[in-house]
């Protein structure tokens, strides 16, 4: 049993397809070869899966990433927005212009085209070739590279074209270019390569001056007295012999000083058969032992199989040459090994992992600010914000930047889609997030749905898959928030922080002066920083990027009311009570509705959305609709900006948060010290009770004793704590005694 990734549906036929890539069929062929064949014209199949959807009228196909035409799948993501959109969406009264200069010159370069055209007339012609008002073959280069591309007015025009071309090659009339590359490249002398290659600054020195006294002695010239007739002659039969060997004699005279020496391993077989097991198992483990304690276990069992053990050195030496990453992989885990793993290098023609153009890749990343904040108010401690941000890949410009101090959730990830829209009017056509719970909400896919959004996922516990955002994180951080006053880096080092460098005693910042100068910092100077990555800034890459891959007006989205709903994120529970006269908790803050007058909705659960934006205004859903609803904060914050309520309703609903936690801390502990104070009287009171019953016992046991009645109430007074009368003697005494102390 097996899942395959897709089920196609097309109008004459349907079935399942499975997509693999070709090293991976390979190995699979070896591992199951009854699973996965190739057939005479040398594709993939899939025996069992054929056999399987036969008898349904299906089909099952096996895909190779071999067949995939990478040219072809980067112009399809390309033209993914015009393919969306509706042609009336873009002006049509530069089409006739277009195609008259296709016309005019059929095979135009694209370049040619895009440079003789406006921004808005690029768009028009990425339509064009998109809904096949003008013919390109999309199989046969990149559009962004668009000096390869070449435009037709229609197909039959490029076929025609094809055709006379080829028929002017077979002709000889068009000399290719690889006649001129026809020949191959002489062979290198591998092993003179190989030496020079080895040879060390020191080594070419020495070679040089015994290369300028031979070449004085063949030339017939007098040589330097200094240097003795047998070393020449040496010297002479090394060149001779390199020359004839490999065809070069300067590699004759290179020094060898680094051969010399016996270089024999002197450890017998077995020895070092036992060195390279204790590496393997004894040492490259989770256990983690160190050198030493694993070369002390090596040589005890030496010893006693009566072998020569490796010195510590040599065990060393063998740990030092084992692979970095396996050897990590095998003591840390997969985790600390990832930062010894070899980077990928991409060394065929695919879609390229930044995209093409501006707002084509986006990723969302979160981090907590290294820095400490206070209330704007009664400068109480409110403690580290958390920044989210949304990256452009391309362009490796910020587009949009959260902050608040929750913890991440889909909530952050709705407000940053919010703050992007309101900066850019648009959302990035791919976004890339990692595996985190907040991403994976209802409402967050909606609204991607919604606005034709593609979320993919990066790999868990590898970071360079979401080096864009880290990289954006670490800058932020080095070169802005660390030299504010209240960060936190010292508490790197716990034992470093004193009561007079805590971080909480040295905060000054606020939300709103923290959330106005990172955006400053991200928005301004980060994003007119040159790059080292692009060679350029983020603002110059993005300008660049959207003047030649176009507009694309189609992808833009309305910040209004629809949009705003869309965005409204709810709370943990995503319900509230209704209380009849003080309306649903939103957030430790009550709201109110009219509608909540209706006797038929009071002390019943309701779903609630509040806006993030401003602290006066939540929404219900009453009666299958979403009504508005005011907080007792409403009349003060209603003339104020946007910014100002985001700012002040994170403020606000932070108090709130800590008050209710503090509240709840404080009451629980003085129940607690209550209850403890009660706990221990009970223990005294059952501990008297204990006591007096079992001096009870005693004293009924000692009357049993000195032979008194069952009933000693027939030897007592009325009055308490009289003793008995009816005793005499030692009896009498010891009664009194007793009874007395009881």
Not at 566 to 573: E, G, S, V, Y
């Amino acid at each position: 049993m097996h899942t395959p990734d897709y089920f196609v549906l097309r109008q004459d036929s349907a079935g399942w397809v499975e997509c693999k890539t070709a090293e991976e069929l390979e190995r699979l062929t070896v591992k199951a070869p009854n699973r996965y064949v190739r057939d005479g014209r040398g594709e993939w199949r899939c025996p069992p899966g054929e056999a399987h959807a036969s008898p349904l009228g299906l089909g099952y196909r096996v895909w190779s990433s071999a067949e995939i035409n990478w040219a072809f799948q980067r112009n399809l993501l390309f033209l993914e927005d015009y393919l969306r959109c509706d042609p009336g969406s873009v002006a049509g009264f530069v089409t006739p212009a277009i195609k008259a200069a296709i016309e005019d010159k059929p095979g135009i370069p694209l370049h040619e085209l895009l440079e003789g055209s406006g921004v808005e007339q690029r768009d028009e012609i990425y339509l064009l070739i998109a809904t096949g008002g003008v013919y390109v073959d999309l199989s046969a280069a990149p559009l962004v590279e668009p000096e390869k591309v070449s435009v037709f007015i229609d197909a039959d025009t490029a076929g025609a074209y094809r055709r006379a071309w080829r028929e002017l090659e077979a002709n000889g009339a068009i000399c290719g270019r690889a006649d001129s590359q026809s020949g191959q490249t002489p062979d290198a002398h591998s092993e003179a390569f190989r030496l020079l290659a080895g040879a060390s600054e020191e080594d070419l020195i020495a070679a040089n001056r015994r290369f300028d006294v031979v070449q004085r002695h063949l030339a017939g010239e007098k040589t330097p007295n200094s240097i003795p007739a047998r070393t020449l002659r040496f010297w002479l039969a090394q060149y001779r012999l390199a020359k004839e060997t490999h065809g070069n004699g300067y590699v004759g005279l290179l020094p060898k000083t680094g051969a010399r020496g016996n270089r024999t391993n002197r450890l017998p077989e077995e020895s070092r058969k036992l060195l390279t097991q204790f590496v393997d198992s004894d040492y490259e483990n989770l256990r983690q032992k160190t050198r030493v304690a694993s070369w002390a276990a090596l040589k005890r069992t030496c010893d006693d199989r009566g072998l020569v053990a490796p010195s510590y050195v040599t065990f060393c030496a063998a740990v030092r040459g084992r692979p970095t990453f396996d050897q990590t992989f095998k003591r840390k885990g997969r985790r600390a090994a990832y930062t010894h793993a070899s980077f990928y290098f991409a060394l065929e023609p695919t879609t390229p992992r930044h995209g093409d153009r501006p707002f084509e890749i986006g990723h969302i990343d979160h981090t907590e600010l290294d820095v400490e904040i206070v209330c704007s108010h009664t400068g109480r401690p409110l403690g580290r914000p958390w920044m989210t941000i949304l990256t452009d890949a391309f362009s490796r410009r910020c587009l949009a930047l959260h902050l608040t101090f929750d913890v991440p959730s889909y909530r952050s990830c709705m407000m940053i889609l919010r703050d992007c829209v309101k900066r850019n009017s648009r959302l990035p056509q791919v976004i890339v997030i990692d595996g985190g719970p907040e991403f994976q909400s209802t409402y967050f896919e909606a609204l991607l749905a919604r606005y034709e959004c593609t979320k993919k996922t990066r790999p868990p516990a590898k970071a360079r898959f979401g080096s864009v955002c880290e990289r954006l994180f670490g800058t932020t951080n080095t070169q802005f928030i660390h030299n504010l006053r209240g960060n936190t880096q010292i508490t790197r080092n716990v034992r470093q922080v004193t009561k007079g460098n805590e971080p909480v005693g040295e905060a000054t910042w606020t939300l709103a002066c923290l959330y106005e100068y990172l955006s400053t910092f991200l928005f301004e100077i980060y994003d007119a920083i040159r790059h080292p990555a692009l060679g350029r800034s983020p603002r110059e890459a993005y300008l660049a990027g959207v003047e030649s891959t176009g507009v694309r007006p189609n992808r833009v989205i309305t910040y209004d009311q629809a949009f705003l709903m869309a965005t409204l994120p709810t709370t943990p529970r995503g319900t509230a009570k209704v209380i009849p006269g003080r309306g649903v908790i939103i957030n430790h803050i009550y709201y109110w509705a009219e509608a909540f007058r209706d006797p038929a909705v009071e002390n019943r659960d309701v779903a609630i959305r509040y806006d993030p934006f401003d602290v006066g205004t939540g929404y219900a859903f009453v009666k299958r609709r979403w009504v508005e609803c005011h907080s007792e904060h409403h009349m003060v914050l209603q003339d104020r900006s946007e910014k100002e309520l985001m700012l002040a309703s994170k403020e606000v609903r932070r108090q709130r948060q800590l008050h209710s936690r503090e509240r709840f801390t404080l009451t629980a502990r003085k129940l607690a010290d209550f209850l403890e104070s009660a706990e221990a009287e009970e223990k005294c009171l059952v501990q008297r009770l204990r006591d007096r019953e079992s001096k009870s016992i005693h004293h009924h046991g000692l009357l049993a004793v000195v032979g008194a009645p069952s009933n000693p109430e027939d030897y007592l007074e009325s009055r308490p704590g009289s003793p008995p009368t009816a005793l005499s003697g030692p009896g009498k005494a010891m009664a009194t005694t007793i009874y007395g102390d009881f």
